[in-house]
C-alpha cells in the first residue's frame, strides 16, 4: 500500500499511519520502504510530498480493508480540501496480491499506479521483481516513467 502526506509534519503522519496499520486486526507490516520526499503531482502551490509504500499481510478482503484505511485516515484528521489538493494523510491500496478489482470505491491495481513515480520507485525498493496484473512488470513501468522528482528523505531531513 501507499503513503502519503504534505501537511502537519508529514514525516510524523507517515509514521503515526504505520504503526496504526500494524494495529489492524489480523493485519501485520512486513516491510516499509525509506520516505522519499517529492514534488507534488496537481495544483503546485502546495509543499512537497513525504511517500512510501509498505507491504502487508491481511486477512481483511479489499473493501473492508479500504474502510479500514479510510478510518485511520479520519482518526488522523484528514479533511479533504480540493481535488489533488494538500493531505494530511493519504493511504492507498495499491496491490493486492495478484487480484485485479473495478469497482466504483475501490480499483486495483491502482488506477494511477504507472504514473507515480513516488509509487513505482518505493515499490522497486521493496519489491524489485514485481509484476503488476495486467500491467507488466514494475522495471519496465519505471522505464517509462517520463521524469521524476524524487529523493531519499534521509539526505534532506529528520
Ligand atoms: N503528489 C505526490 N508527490 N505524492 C502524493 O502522495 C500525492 N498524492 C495525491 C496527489 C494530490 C495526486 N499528488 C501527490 O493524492
Known sequence: MGLGSNLSNPVKQINQAVVTLGSLPKTSVITCSKLYGSAPQGP??????????????????????????????????????RHWGERLIDLDILLFDDVTLSLPELTIPHIEISNRDFVLIPLFEIAPDLIVPNQGSLRNLIAQLKTTYLHPLSLFTV
Open 44 to 81: 503546485q502551490d502546495q509543499p512537497d510530498f513525504v511517500n512510501a509504500v509498505c507491504q502487508l499481510t491481511t486477512e481483511l478482503l479489499p473493501l473492508a480493508l479500504l474502510s479500514a484505511l479510510q478510518g485511520i485516515e479520519l482518526a488522523q484528521g484528514r479533511v479533504k480540501k
